[in-house]
């Protein structure tokens, strides 16, 4: 939307750059406290709306260090080793969606999350008086819904052997996590709640509504039809910044950009982060016309 893209002209360059190294960072910070005393954790640095409210504002941050996977309340050899495991993959996503996206709408992604997570820990302590220890477990699962939204064919290996797709594994946990929504607790309620609410609102105020006007699906049509004849030896798609083609790889996918004048197609890699030909479309080579 117009405002989201005025927001990332003004504020784009204060854009903490490599945001998901960061966030890994304290994943593995977290893991070591809470293998040492997980009531470190809890006391001094968990997600506390009245700790905030009385200065201990800290823990918006430090409430991330709690790592993806922990199935009781101290950490064990089991969740030192899933989590060695499983903290890379979070970081595959992250640095993933920050190149394809920008880093300054990563940053506003990631951001949202946790303000909504501050903001629910501190309503519940201003309107029920007791503390509520939200984690960032549920952030995560947003993190790897977002990817999924953008990359659904792209596969992973279950334990290294089963390979599914993104868009699989995103509605098989939407299933399990919209079931301990309605059948779990207030906090894991409010953790599944805000987490969704966050990805709803980030493709809400990132969504660009041109590409469903009349023009725009006439000229995506007409175009498709331009290519529906493959001649032989010549690619299909072409990215009009890098040049990769479908050939580079299966899993590649291509998107035109509405806002570029002509037909112009961009790799997943290059979708969000070109700059958009502006101009007669007649002065400029068709990125459609593929070598």
Same mark, same amino acid.
């Given at each position: 939307m117009k405002f989201f893209s005025k927001l990332e002209r003004?504020?784009?360059?204060?854009?903490?750059?490599?945001?998901?190294? @960061?966030i890994v960072m304290l994943y593995a910070a977290? *893991?070591?406290?809470? /293998?040492?005393?997980?009531?470190?954790?809890?006391? +001094?640095?968990?997600?506390?709306?009245?700790?905030?409210?009385h200065g201990q504002v800290w823990r918006v941050i430090t409430f991330m260090m709690y790592?993806?996977?922990?199935?009781g309340g101290r950490i064990g050899l089991v969740d030192v080793i899933l989590n060695i495991m499983i903290i890379p993959t979070y970081y595959f996503l992250g640095s993933t969606l920050e190149r394809v996206w920008g880093s300054f709408r990563f940053n506003v992604y990631f951001l949202l999350g946790i303000l909504?997570?501050?903001?629910?820990?501190?309503?519940? @302590?201003?309107?029920?008086?007791?503390?509520?220890? *939200?984690?960032?477990? /549920?952030?995560?699962?947003?993190?790897?819904?977002? +990817?999924a939204l953008m990359f659904p064919d792209i596969e992973f290996f279950i334990w290294g052997l089963l390979p599914v797709?993104?868009?699989?594994?995103?509605?098989?946990?939407?299933?399990?996590?919209?079931?301990?929504?309605?059948?779990?607790p207030i906090i894991t309620k409010l953790e599944v709640g805000l987490s969704l609410m966050n990805v709803i609102l980030f493709f809400l105020l990132t969504?660009?509504?041109q590409r469903f006007s009349p023009k725009e699906i006439k000229r995506k049509q007409e175009f498709k039809a331009q290519v529906k004849m493959k001649p032989a030896g010549k690619t299909r798609h072409r990215c009009a910044v890098c040049g990769r083609t479908e050939e580079d790889g299966p899993q590649m996918e291509f998107r035109y950009c509405s806002k570029c004048v002509g037909s112009y197609e961009y790799c997943q890699d290059h979708l969000y982060t070109h700059q958009h030909v502006t101009g007669n479309p007649q002065d400029f080579p068709d990125s459609s016309k593929n070598n």
């Open positions: 003004k504020f784009g360059r204060y854009a903490v750059k490599d945001l998901p190294r @960061y977290g *893991l070591l406290v809470l /293998f040492v005393s997980p009531q470190m954790y809890f006391q +001094f640095l968990s997600l506390d709306g009245g700790a905030i409210l790592p993806p996977v922990v199935f909504g997570h501050v903001l629910g820990a501190v309503v519940c @302590y201003l309107i029920w008086g007791v503390n509520i220890y *939200l984690t960032p477990m /549920f952030l995560n699962f947003s993190l790897f819904i977002a +990817f797709k993104a868009k699989y594994l995103a509605i098989a946990e939407t299933a399990i996590y919209l079931y301990q929504f309605v059948t779990g969504k660009n509504v």
